[in-house]
T-cell receptor
Framework: ETGVTQSPTHLIKTRGQQVTLRCSSQSGHNTVSWYQQALGQGPQFIFQYYREEENGRGNFPPRFSGLQFPNYSSELNVNALELDDSALYLC??????????????FGPGTRLTVL | AQSVTQPDIHITVSEGASLELRCNYSYGATPYLFWYVQSPGQGLQLLLKYFSGDTLVQGIKGFEAEFKRSQSSFNLRKPSVHWSDAAEYFCAVGGNTDKLIFGTGTRLQVFP
């Protein structure tokens, strides 16, 4: 069974640029959630995708957007990068958002640095 | 408001000593509770979870946690800490929406 994978591992961008982060969910999982973890903080929920539809969103501006593909992999896109976007971005997959809370399994994260 | 509080930012213990990490939550509905561990630069690994039933749950690596509804707490314990347990520990609460709310974490340092 393959776990959650994310790419790239590290990324450096400058203010105003756009970035795309990728996530492959664990086998058998159809729900992907994205979290932002700033340095020294706990992860903050960005949004969740279930069967290619957004299924809940946290307190993040519209320049944070996402996609989920038919194979349940997912992308997180951030436009007009700001310095405060520098963080570890974590992807988590779970079996099904319709089952109520389920165990979320996390990937290793993508470290984004905005200069 | 929904929230998780981990009152201890940093804890230092000697190897072989017992450990208790505190977690208090505020959640309007039936809470689902989790403990995750994060090593430096890594993702989160699930230690244990509570959904329902027995309020004392066992997890991996010898950890256990006890759900106390009256105290809104879900403290993590281990009877004898190993040097490899040094890491950041996060408590999280979720519900029907599957969105997790995390605490700010407790950094555990283990001395030989």
């Amino acid at each position: 069974e393959t776990g959650v994978t994310q790419s790239p591992t590290h990324l450096i961008k400058t203010r105003g640029q756009q970035v795309t982060l990728r996530c492959s969910s664990q086998s058998g999982h159809n729900t992907v959630s994205w979290y932002q973890q700033a340095l020294g903080q706990g992860p903050q929920f960005i949004f969740q995708y279930y069967r290619e539809e957004e299924n809940g969103r946290g307190n993040f501006p519209p320049r944070f957007s996402g996609l989920q593909f038919p194979n349940y992999s997912s992308e997180l896109n951030v436009n007009a990068l700001e310095l405060d976007d520098s963080a570890l971005y974590l992807c988590a997959s779970s079996r099904s958002a319709t089952r109520g809370a389920d165990t979320q399994y996390f990937g290793p994260g993508t470290r984004l640095t905005v200069l | 408001a929904q929230s998780v509080t981990q009152p201890d930012i940093h804890i230092t213990v000697s190897e072989g000593a017992s450990l208790e990490l505190r977690c208090n939550y505020s959640y309007g509905a039936t809470p689902y509770l989790f403990w995750y561990v994060q090593s430096p630069g890594q993702g989160l690994q699930l230690l244990l979870k509570y959904f329902s039933g027995d309020t004392l749950v066992q997890g991996i690596k010898g950890f256990e946690a006890e759900f106390k509804r009256s105290q809104s707490s879900f403290n993590l314990r281990k009877p004898s800490v190993h040097w490899s347990d040094a890491a950041e520990y996060f408590c999280a609460v979720g519900g029907n929406t599957d969105k997790l709310i995390f605490g700010t974490g407790t950094r555990l340092q283990v001395f030989p």
